[in-house]
Structures are given as C-alpha cells and as structure tokens.
C-alpha cells in the first residue's frame, strides 16, 4: 500500500466530525440511505454505508453454504450483501444499540432475518466458539481518540479495537477461511500491516477505492489468510 498525497489529519478530523453530526442528526424514525443499488435504512447515531466498504463488497467471495461474521456491522450492509452472495448463515456484531437496530431492520427488509443474526458484541466478546468460513470487518480506521458511540464507528482510541481484532481473529476463522478486512491510506495501513503479520495472515490488496474522483484519501479491500507454515 502506497499513501498517495494524503489530506491532512485536521481535514480529515473536519469532515468525520461533519458525518458524525450528521448521523446524530437523523430523524427519530430514520432515513434512507442509497448504496450500491440497494437501499438500506439508518436509525440516529449509525454510521451511514459509504464508499469506504466497497471495495470490500465488490470483491467479497462468498460461496454457496459459507457462513460469514461481520465485525462492526454499522447499518448491516457488508452482511446483508453476504447473505445476497449465498451465505447460509450470518452473524453480524456491533457495540452501538443504533447500528444493532439498523442493521436488524436491513436484515428483515431485505428478507434475511432467518440467516442473518445481529448481536450485540464488543468484538468476538459474544461469539463463544463458532468458527466462520469468511470474516469481514470495516473497522474504525483512525487511531485517534474516540469519545461516544457514534465516534467509535470513525475513531478507535489507541488503536485497541484493530489491536485487539488481530490478536483473536484467527480463533474465530476456519482453517482455509478468508478475512475480507477494509482500511484506508488515511489510516494506519503499516499498523495494519505489522499487526497481520504478527497473527500469522498473509496480506493481499485486492482493491481500491475512492471517496471522489478528486480525492487523494483512497479506501482498500484486504484478504488476510493464514500464512502456510514454514
Ligand atoms: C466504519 S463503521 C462500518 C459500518 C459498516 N460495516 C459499513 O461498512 O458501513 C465501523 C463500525 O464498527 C463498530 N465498532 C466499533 N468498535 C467496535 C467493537 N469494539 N466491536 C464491535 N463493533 C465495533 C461501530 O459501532 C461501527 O458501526
């Protein structure tokens, strides 16, 4: 991964805050959100899909049977075009009571409720010992401190969540399965990196994406698999 000419860290803080008042300022009841064709349904204080999972969604492989989980599951997007990939079976978690909403309503809109399960999970913390075929995951991409909920979804203080996914996704894999994992040049892509390494996933790009044509900020799709032992 290359950083191009990267915005600065304040430009970058200017526009997350912006789309973090925008998400608390959602009506009660909710609003509709376009993404890749399909319309999804946002609840106050969720993260909003956007262009920063789609080069995830546009190369996620999911074959017929596989059972998906989906770290950070926000609005349930990445799941639910899962399930319309041919899952059997999907868990979708979340810490934030808006995104678990969101996604649960996603999840019966658009007809999967009997495949796809959203819980409430800090990470694997609710998962016990299932192991899955294909994990995906659109993490907060900063390290930066993050003081709610909604900022959680952008911001992830000292890097902890992302520290903490590498060290116990492996547990939750199975043995050949494939992590599907979004980041951004604007992140901390070389922590990133170090910390697949360290659990022993070998790193592929598998693309890229932007969130204007104009824009420098670039958003990737990973596949981390188990590196073959030596
Ligand atoms: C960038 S948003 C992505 C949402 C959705 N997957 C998407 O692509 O549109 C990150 C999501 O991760 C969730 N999150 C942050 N920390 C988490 C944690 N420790 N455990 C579970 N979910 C977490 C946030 O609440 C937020 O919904």
Request: with cysteine.
């Amino acid at each position: 991964m290359k950083p191009g000419s990267l915005p600065s860290p304040a430009q970058v803080d200017h526009w997350q805050r912006g789309r973090q008042l925008a998400f608390k300022a959602v009506p009660a009841g909710g609003r509709a959100v376009e993404y890749l064709g399909k319309r999804f349904h946002v609840y106050p204080e969720t993260f909003w899909p956007f262009a920063d999972s789609q080069p995830l969604v546009r190369s996620l492989r999911v074959d017929d049977g596989d059972s998906v989980l989906d770290v950070g599951t926000g609005s349930g997007v990445i799941a639910i075009h899962a399930c319309y990939l041919g899952a059997a079976r999907v868990l979708a978690l979340d810490v934030n009571p808006a995104a678990l909403r969101s996604a649960r309503r996603n999840a019966a809109e658009h007809g999967f409720s009997a495949v796809m399960e959203v819980r409430d999970s800090d990470l694997f913390e609710q998962v016990g010992d299932e192991q899955f075929d294909v994990i995906t995951a659109n993490l907060p991409f900063r390290d930066k401190a993050a003081p709610d909920v909604v900022a959680r979804s952008q911001w992830d203080t000292g890097f902890r969540t992302n520290t903490r996914f590498f060290q116990q996704v492996t547990r939750y894999l199975k043995p050949g399965g494939r992590i599907y994992f979004a980041h951004a040049n604007f992140g901390a892509p070389d922590a990133v990196l170090r910390l697949a390494a360290e659990a022993g996933l070998r790193c592929e790009l598998l693309a890229t994406g932007v969130r204007t044509p104009q824009a420098a900020d670039q958003f990737y799709a990973l596949l981390l698999q188990r590196a073959p032992a030596k």
